[in-house]
């Protein structure tokens, strides 16, 4: 039962009820027919309406005394007609659109049952075409007209129905209220099983319908502005202007009100009004006019006024004009209340304003527009495409019309390729829903079936990458006019920067860069880029570890492209594919960055990744672009054949971890899966021999590649949560990356193991995989295990005892951080790793309550391969493996 | 099927209803569309049920035609058997 029935009788609400239920039933009945069963009856009731148009046309004139017969007739054949021109072929039922390239599908599903308030200007047109509306989108409706045209739409409502119900519409599916009063259009617009409003006519049935609480349409009043430029066709423009003023006796809310005429050719605009049948008031009849037209309470056109000829008007108002006078024009200086005739007037009366510039022009059609008309129509006659452009943008309207009449060009269709409409959208600065000319879309719910697809991936890595022993000496290969070697102080002790320079061609000019061994600095790449610029150097050679590399990265960037802001290239992401910062591309210098790494771990020589320390404001810059990544990368194990055994250790367990985390990634490929694999099995074997034996040439070797193979995959599927965790902790406590990374790695990869919490939406996989990838890793090392959870087990155990070997702390108790101390830390260590991208491509989105206890886990130490000490973080381990 | 033969169905099956006795089963798996008449008399068969607690089962009821009854509340009503 609806509220707001106080003032109607128990019969009243009875025959409302009776109304509902019928046209609720029709609309669920009317669910069932197919598009070949709509376009028949749509067909039908359109050829009944075209039939009728001169009968319909009369019943209106007859019953509302507004507007012109002929002129309804034509507006009755424009709502068939045209309407169904547009309608006839297109889709409203089931599939009504489909996009593979995109993988989705549109489907119509009717709305059910409409209440549509009909206006008295345009009433039976306006049923028309809303009638054609309803059937071609299977809903019902209940028309509720103005009070004063209810008899020319019921019948024009009847005719409608008897048709569409003979050719097998549901019965009841159009029904019109007798009698309406506002009291019934309040009950039925509150009703619960009306499930849209479809308003249009005055400002008072809008605001209503927008007020129901219910999804509605509300289309009212406009003042349409005309600016008349002076590069206009003005025969053209005039006889558009007065062909629309004079339509239906103005009573299309979208014909024109006040036409800007620019200085230039107002008065030749004038004489071709007068020349054409206008009466041009003077200003002692504008005076008149605008008291006898409009209310000076409202600011509206009194009601006496709409719809009727010129002559009757200028009579009614005591205006001497010829008989054939066919619209009365009236010159304005202005808008607003001061000016009557500037608002909106459904009659045959225009008002003019002559402009001195299309500055002022401009600013008094904004005025116009502003004053009644906001969000409607708009005209502009103008050969200047520019003036249209600046028009259109000053206006606000949901059509601008160009060089056609106003009220015919916004119905679409006739002097343009807009929608056929009789009803238009006015968007918000009219309180409406839509801008759009009402159409067989509004009376549809537009479901839209999205196919999943797969995201564009890719596979990027360097040019060229040379490897083995003595691979330094390709750089001969590389012809330079002058190259800066970027290393640091201890490999130049260490001999290794001689054996570079002996690989470089002799004629070559080399300078060289030593910088600290330390993660770079602002002030260090600066001074790099400085370098580079006083040398025009067009080559760049790094040697050294991840931050040598790391600095030259940045310095190629300062120097191909000196406005690259690193503060705002450093911005978070969440995909790298898809984020918001672009980093510039080289213009005018090309210069070649060659990356020697001279440790087995970061990778750095292949990835697109940098990390740069500013001091200034004490935080780490992360930059990841595939532009920073090395032309050229030389993985030449005699640079690292005198790594001390703990950093053998910990950069050998930091591409381990690179490896098992981009094997999981939820950006994984087969391309990085093979690299990833590849590195794994190369760091079971060959880490713990480098470690045990340094000067194990084969194992130096191996492990090289293992952490180039290794930084190939991450470089393209990222890297994830231990990482995270890492970077928080080692930051804190001041731990080497790799081994704050071996304290995590077991307990996370138990975790990422069991079924998470969170899943992490990954398009690109099916299913969650984490549990598999690491049976497949521990197939791969030929681990016990006959299931997936025992294979996983198997896995935790090898890199623990791996760790083992590599004697690195496996606690951070072990550390000497007090259990106290760190707790105190958690909070913060949970907030830095959540805030690190590392974990966004992780396959299990982690809780920070997780990370709290993966830290924890970490203190304790002994992962779940330990029985006694088991860390249990995910919850429950996959039963189905 | 004929709406009209449907109809004078469940007419029948209202009138047993009515009476008050046992279950009513209406067999729907040969309708493939409703109309406006079906759905006012399958409203009234929902309505006489209740009021006499009987069971009404409507079987092989075809998607389109289940839509309806959903958008008519009336599926709370029947029972549904394949």
Redesign the interface.
Known sequence: MAENAQSLSDDRIQYLEGLVRRGRTAAAVFTQYTQQDVDRLVKAIVLAGLDQAQYLARLAIEETRLGVLEDKAIKNMVATEFVYNYVRDRRSVGVIGEFPERGLVEVAEPIGLIFSILPITNPTSTVLFKCIMALKTRNAVIFGPHPKAWQCCREAIRIMYETAVKHGAPEGVFACLESPTIPDNNYLMRHKEVKLIDATGGPGAVKAAYSSGKPAMGVGPGNTPVYLEKTAHLDMAVVDIITSKTFDNGTICASEQTVVIDDEIYDQAIRKFADLGAHICNAKETAILGQALVDPDTGFLRPMAIGQKATDIARACGLRVKPETKLLVAPIEGVGRDHPLSVEKLCPVISVYRAHSAEEALRVCVDVNHLGGLGHTAVVFSRDDEIIRRFSEAINAGRIIANSPGSIGALGGVYNDMVPTFSFGCGTGGGNSTTDNVNLYHYLNIKRVARRTQAHMWFRVPNQIYFNFNAVENLRDFRSHSTLIVTNPLLEQMGHLDKVRHSIPPETPVRVLAIPDAEPEVKAVLEGVEALKMHAADQIIALGGGSVIDAAKIMKLKYVSPEADLDELAAPFLDIRKRAVEFPSAKNRQVRLIAIPTTSGTGSEVTPFAVLLDKERGRKVTLADYSLSPDVAIVDPQFVMTMPKNLTADTGIDCLTHALEAGVSIHASPYTDSNAMQAIRLAFKYLPMAYENPRDEEARSMMHNAACIAALAFSNASVGVNHALAHAFGARFRVGHGRANALMLPHVIAYNASVPTKFMPSPNQRGYLAHKKYALMADLLGLAGDTVADKVKSLVLAVEQLLDRLEVPRSIWELGISEEEFERALPELAKVAFDDPSWRSNPRMPLVSELVELFRAAYRGRGPANADTAVQVGAKEWSCV | MEPQRLIEGLDLAAARAASGTGEVLVDFSVVG?????T??AL?QLAALAGEHSVKVALRGVHG??Y??LK??KLTERFWFVS
Do not use: F, G, N, P
Request: charged share 45%.
């Open positions: 569309r409703i109309d406006s008449k759905a006012a409203e389109d035609v839509k309806v958008l008519l």
